[in-house]
């Protein structure tokens, strides 16, 4: 491990913008996730029309005109639902990526530190879990309890954490046998000092960037599940129910699907370029980590 | 080499157990019993007690358990509340078309990859190298049924290249492909931006040590070289993301299967959610994840055969 490795993510955030701006695929990036934060967070302000009050006269149009994308079935306007569907996105996104970074990070340290055995129980977990292959196993729940986002949320938290897990596990285990690690334990630290002030400010950074390159797969997987209807409920709008109602429409009109997919694409493409450039400044090493 | 195929078949047998088991209990736990989805809100009392005596959910959740180990063994997942036909058969009808669409997806996507990766290895850092690079970050998580509905859009609405529904005539080879292109696409696409950036950074890699050295400096042909040694080792990371990859090649084939209306495990599901066919859901459940235990388990198998260096290290 580097020395830029080692060193908290916080300390050098001037610096690792510095970095992101200069790269372009970096900047690119960061402009197309601020954009689409920012229409997620501002949506009641920028949204020209209420995302699910009918205007049945006005349906399926074409984009111009008064809607800038267009209507759907039901005369709502598109642009509308495009960007209050963001906000679904990153609603379904944040906690379950927060909440698998949280018991990521407490059971891989706990593997990564603890005795064999635990270690051995803790890996065996991550293997069970990510042997459940995520959309069959939220549907299984979806068919029990009803579609709901809090159902979706949950399912792909719990399938996200071994991803996380054997990241911090590998890097505890690597930082473990570090020099100031002993010198800190020879020194009398706790292990709840080793932990919480050596350990976790060197997992975060390469955590950063894991959950930048999860956002696309959890945002994508919502809106799949949404698209089968096993997700958001009408009416509310999610990228995932405009890209139903589009289906339902192939016929009619293309531009539902082209609106719904287009901020999939982007929100894809954004995180990852951001993701990627992240982890060229947090830490080479992850190279070939992220994706799939 | 045999004990560490052996241990690996012997952990997957145990993953395997604990996934049934903890999926078993899942569905125990949360709120929601199957007994009422299938019956749905007009149940009398009568017909709860009768359905629940017959999948056994009278009994206590240890003997549960036993009995639906015991017959999982046996191949029995229970049968169709329908149709009365065994789940085991039903959802093995479904199994090949699921498989058939993954295998021809991953394929296309493995070759067109590995080429790119290679020939951006080879010539690196040119125009040709950038561009692959660029285009493979923006396609590796565009997510598989947003790529389905375009192309269904493009190619089977709009221009009617390719046909939109179904799976192709039983028995008509030629209309089976024809059928596969649109959904084979949509899975397999970002698969060959991920794969062509893996080999390309481990055939980098390979490319710099010694016994490729050696080989160059034998005189042996270029072509030779990458193709024929150094490719061998480069392609490891490629079977190991592909096995654990399963998981989301069959996620991505579930969303494809809906979108074309073809058959398979993700329309079976699909179709049992909505008839509230509990036992197929879970029937379907179970085959998914089997399918994805062994081609992890086998991932591992075929890397350790390709590579020496694995068996020692183990």
């Known amino acids: 491990m580097t020395d830029a490795g080692l060193q908290g993510p916080r300390s050098e955030l001037g610096e690792i913008l510095h970095h992101l701006v200069r790269d372009p695929l970096g900047l690119a990036g960061l402009i197309i996730v601020t954009v689409i934060v920012a229409s997620a967070a501002f949506a009641p302000w920028i949204a020209p029309y209420d995302p699910i009050a009918l205007n049945v006269p006005d349906r399926l149009q074409g984009p111009g005109g008064a809607h800038l994308l267009g209507t759907d079935q039901l005369g709502r306007d598109t642009f509308s639902r495009v960007i209050w569907g963001g906000r679904v996105a990153l609603q379904v996104a944040l906690p ?18 603890g005795p064999r055995w635990l270690d051995s129980l803790i890996v065996l977990l991550f293997d069970t879990v990510r042997s459940f292959p995520t959309v069959m196993f939220a549907l299984a729940v979806v068919a029990l309890v009803g579609p ?6 949950i399912v792909i938290m719990a399938t996200s954490i071994p991803t996380y897990g054997r990241v911090v596990r590998t890097l505890t285990q690597s930082l473990r046998e570090a020099e100031f690690i002993s010198a800190e334990r020879s020194l009398g630290a706790s292990t709840a000092r080793i932990m919480s002030v050596h350990i976790l400010p060197n997992v975060l950074g390469p955590l950063v960037v894991l959950a930048a390159m999860d956002i696309p797969t959890v945002v994508g997987l919502e809106a799949g599940l949404s698209f089968l209807g096993m997700g958001v409920k009408p009416p509310t709008p999610s990228w995932g129910s405009l890209l139903n109602d589009g289906y339902n429409l192939i016929r009619n009109t293309p531009w539902l699907i082209v609106a719904g997919g287009m901020p999939l694409i982007l929100t894809t493409i954004g995180f990852t370029f951001l993701g990627e450039a992240l982890r060229d400044v947090v830490d080479p090493k992850l190279r070939g980590k992220g994706g799939k | 080499m045999l004990s560490f195929i052996i241990k690996r078949i012997g952990l997957a047998a145990v993953i395997t157990a604990l996934a049934v088991t903890a999926l078993f209990l899942i569905i ?58 065994p789940v085991t058969q039903i959802v093995l009808g479904q199994v090949p078309y699921t498989l058939g669409l993954i295998l021809v997806s991953i394929s296309w996507a493995a070759v067109l990859g590995v ?29 598989a049924f947003v790529v389905a509905l375009y192309s269904l859009l493009v ?15 039983a028995g008509n080879l030629g209309d089976q492909l024809h059928h596969l292109v649109l959904p084979s696409l949509a899975i397999g696409l970002s698969w060959v931006g991920y794969i062509a950036r893996l080999v390309r950074a481990s055939m980098l890699e390979v490319l710099g040590e010694g016994h490729i050295r050696t080989a160059r400096a034998f005189g042996l042909p270029e072509g030779r070289v990458v193709f024929g040694y150094a490719l061998r080792l480069a392609i490891l990371p490629t079977v190991t993301v592909i096995g654990v990859g399963m998981g989301f090649l069959l996620s991505a084939a579930v969303f494809t299967e809906i979108v074309f209306s073809r058959p398979g495990l993700g329309k079976l599901v699909i179709d049992s959610i909505t008839t509230r066919n509990y036992p197929v859901v879970m029937g379907s459940v179970l085959f998914s994840t089997l399918i994805f235990v062994v081609s992890t388990t086998l991932a591992d198998i075929i890397n350790a055969i390709l590579d020496p260096r694995i068996r020692a290290g183990k």
């Open chain 2, 115 to 143: 080429a790119l990766g290679c020939y951006s290895a080879v010539n690196r850092n040119s125009l040709g190298d950038r561009l692959t690079g660029v285009l493979s970050v923006s396609v590796i998580a565009v997510p």
């Open chain 1, 96 to 113: 379950t990526i927060g909440g698998a970074i949280f018991f990521g990070l407490l059971l891989g340290m706990i593997a990564g530190y």
């Open chain 2, 155 to 169: 190619f089977a609405v709009k221009l009617q290249w390719f046909p939109a529904i179904g799976a192709g005539e």
């Open chain 2, 28 to 85: 125990h736990m949360i709120p929601g019993d199957p007994v009422s989805t299938m019956l749905g809100p007009r149940a009398t009392p009568e017909m709860r007690t009768a359905l629940e005596e017959r999948m056994g959910l009278d009994r206590p959740l240890i003997v549960q358990i036993a009995l639906f180990f015991g017959n999982m063994l046996r191949g029995d997942l229970g049968m169709d509340v329908f149709s009365n036909r």
């Open chain 1, 148 to 153: 709901s986002l809090n159902t979706v949320i």
